[in-house]
């Protein structure tokens, strides 16, 4: 994995050098293996290299083709290069390295556009074709990758990370108050929106195509259900074995040093499973820990370390100290609130220590159906049986009186939000469940912004219309679907790749194997959730008896991290000084009494508002790095 970052000028005038290299200098640490830049009249290509495949200068970056009329700047890996590689040669492309990168520019020369459905892998890519004056921009198909751009009068820019974006001198730091609301209700910024009004996100499995001044995005993947005929479980079982096989073993090939994260779940377990089966030496894991018995997983990590016999590593973490939030917002950047990226950072800097690339076991609980909501909506059903009046006279007031808890996921927490959504849709109660501000909350917090029309902007349109999008009939695919395109990528996915990346270090998905996922559409819901008990049930079937029971039926426990209690102790003094009454005013944008109460409720444990106070602490963070510093 590497930063790459670039620049057009669709009116011809020559691209600056300097502008270029300020461009990845804002993300060297992405790359800490060198730099690359491409300058030819319109068009700049610059590259910060993080070298795993073909460690020789052969590989550096931006590459060409045979006569340098096609060069491409790439970030990700293409995990079946060797095999494109072979037929191209066929067809009679010289290669002057070994890297996949070379492989891109030669597939788009051999096939244009359609070289991407033979891609597997994570990937986004800015390519340029000279004698056709085209700037090619892609995002692979889950949006592992990220890729963000901006259009500056007849200038287009790119970039990895929005931080190159911000080097530009006539970028405009507007904000998009359409998507502070967004990140209000979410905690995150939903693609193709960011923060900044004049950067976008390119969509997992889109690219977007600039040519004769026109800009025209195109979707060329996106997950289709439909199930197979007739199968027995035990069919689709061998399948999913083969095709996790596969996908684990296409993700060991490289040249540097490389382990996994282990959480001692099921999904992480699994990826070091395969690991081991193709490996002589022990697979190197790596795991934390937390001082607070009820969050630390490292007792599971080390049952599933000692029985794969790996050679494990491990770390504490004692607490959550201001300077290390700063530190993560700048890194995130979008912004996004995942208190469980202090776990992801530490993780990924005990890994680097060791190694230079890293399997991670993300995307399972949206493909396989590995979360609570699921379960929530078949609940539903029933609950929405008892009549109206008991539930809003008996059950409602009863829940109301719940005392607060501050688990991983508090208990009181689950029950007060499956009983507020038991009358909704099926879209509307999927997407309260991710809410952390309703819309009264929203327009109550962002007052001082109450002239502008933008922060009514309803998340929920945002559910609906991708349930709409869906092909998907049954009410679990629907679901699966959603979070497929919503959360893991806005979320999960940029939380890995913004951490990992704040080492150095390379991640990879196999779970998220475009196959896999293809194959996860076609299962019958049932093979998912079963009996509407038994989540993630086939996944499970498989790895049973290659992987303890208490692994593999444990409830499910998440990389949460005890955030209400750092608030309230540990972090207190630096939440209460970003959050500051003066610093709110400064900002412009939230209501200072608002954020006092929830602090106030929370500090005295009337409410677990930790989800919403680290979503304002990180967006206050977040203002004085990319805001007010301009």
């Not at 996994?260 to 990826?271: E, K, N, P, R, W």
């Not at 049954?474 to 979320?491: I, K």
């Not at 412009?588 to 979503?615: C, M, P, Y």
Request: aromatic residues 12%.
């Amino acid at each position: 994995m590497c930063g790459i970052a670039g620049l057009l000028h669709m009116n011809g005038e020559d691209v600056c050098a300097e502008r270029l290299q300020a461009m990845t200098d804002a993300m060297s640490h992405r790359g800490p293996d060198g730099e690359g830049h491409y300058v030819h009249g319109r068009i700049g290509l610059g590259h910060r290299r993080l070298a795993i495949i073909d460690l020789s200068p052969a590989g550096k970056q931006p590459m060409r083709n045979e006569d340098g009329t096609i060069w491409v700047t790439f970030n990700g890996e293409i995990y079946n290069f060797a095999e494109i590689r072979t037929e191209l040669m066929q067809h009679g492309h010289e290669f002057h390295s070994h890297t996949d990168t070379e492989v891109i520019v030669h597939a788009y020369e051999q096939w244009g556009v359609e070289c991407l459905a033979r891609f597997n892998g994570m990937f986004a890519f800015g390519l340029w074709d000279e004698p056709r004056k085209r700037l090619w921009l892609v995002r692979d198909r889950l949006g592992i990758k990220p890729l963000y751009y901006a259009q500056i009068a007849d200038t287009i820019l790119f970039g990895s990370e929005i931080k190159a974006l911000l080097t530009y001198p006539e970028f405009d730091r507007e904000i998009d108050y359409e998507a502070l609301a967004y990140f209000l209700a979410l905690n995150y910024t939903p693609a193709p929106h960011t923060l900044f009004k004049h950067a976008r996100q390119i969509l997992p499995g889109h690219y977007l195509v600039i040519e004769n001044g026109q800009l025209q995005h195109v979707e060329y993947w996106d997950v289709r259900y439909r199930e197979d005929g007739y199968r027995s479980e035990d069919d689709y079982a061998e399948e999913l074995r083969a095709l996790l096989d596969s996908s684990v073993k296409l993700r060991l090939v490289s040249d540097v040093p490389f382990g996994a994260f282990l959480s001692g779940g099921i999904d992480s377990s699994t990826v070091v499973y395969w690991m081991s089966q193709h490996l002589q030496e022990p697979v190197k894991t790596f795991s934390v820990g937390f001082t607070q018995s009820n969050f630390d997983e490292r007792p599971y990590a080390q049952k599933v370390a000692a029985f794969l016999h790996t050679d494990h590593r491990e770390q504490m973490v004692a607490g959550q100290a201001g300077d290390l939030f700063t530190k993560l917002v700048w890194h995130a950047e979008e912004p996004l609130a995942d208190s469980s990226m202090v776990a992801m950072y530490h993780v990924a800097s005990l890994a680097r220590q060791h190694v230079t690339m890293a399997l991670s076991g993300d995307g399972a609980d949206e493909i396989f159906a590995g979360y609570e909501t699921y379960q929530a909506y078949y609940a539903h059903r029933l609950y929405r049986a008892i009549p109206s009046a008991i539930r809003q006279r008996v059950v409602e007031p009863l829940v109301d009186r719940l005392p607060v808890t501050q688990g991983k996921v508090a208990w009181d927490f689950k029950v007060r939000r499956f009983v507020k959504s038991g009358a909704l849709n099926e879209e509307d109660a999927h997407a309260s469940w991710r809410m952390i501000f309703n819309a009264d909350a929203r327009r109550a917090l962002l007052k001082p912004l109450a002239d502008k029309p933008e922060i009514n902007a309803d998340v929920v349109n945002l559910y609906r219309a991708a349930f709409a999008q869906t092909n998907a009939r049954d009410p679990l695919n629907r679901m699966l679907y959603v979070d497929t395109r919503f959360y893991l990528p806005n979320d999960m996915l940029v939380k890995v790749d913004r951490m990992t990346m704040a080492h150095g270090l390379e991640a990879r998905e196999p779970l998220l194997d475009y196959r896999l996922v293809e194959f996860a559409a076609r299962l019958p819901p049932h093979l998912k959730l079963n009996q509407m008990r038994h989540k993630k049930y086939l996944l499970k079937k498989v790895m049973s008896k290659r992987l303890p029971d208490e692994i593999l039926w444990r409830k499910k426990a998440g990389f949460n991290v005890p955030n209400a209690h750092w608030i309230k102790q540990e972090m207190k003094p630096y939440v209460t000084d970003c959050l500051a009454p003066a610093l709110l005013k400064k900002m412009g944008w939230l209501d200072h009494t608002v954020v006092l109460a929830l602090l106030k409720e929370h500090f005295e444990n009337r409410a677990d508002n930790s989800h919403q106070i680290w979503g304002l602490l990180t967006l206050a963070v977040w203002w004085q790095q990319f805001v007010e510093v301009s």
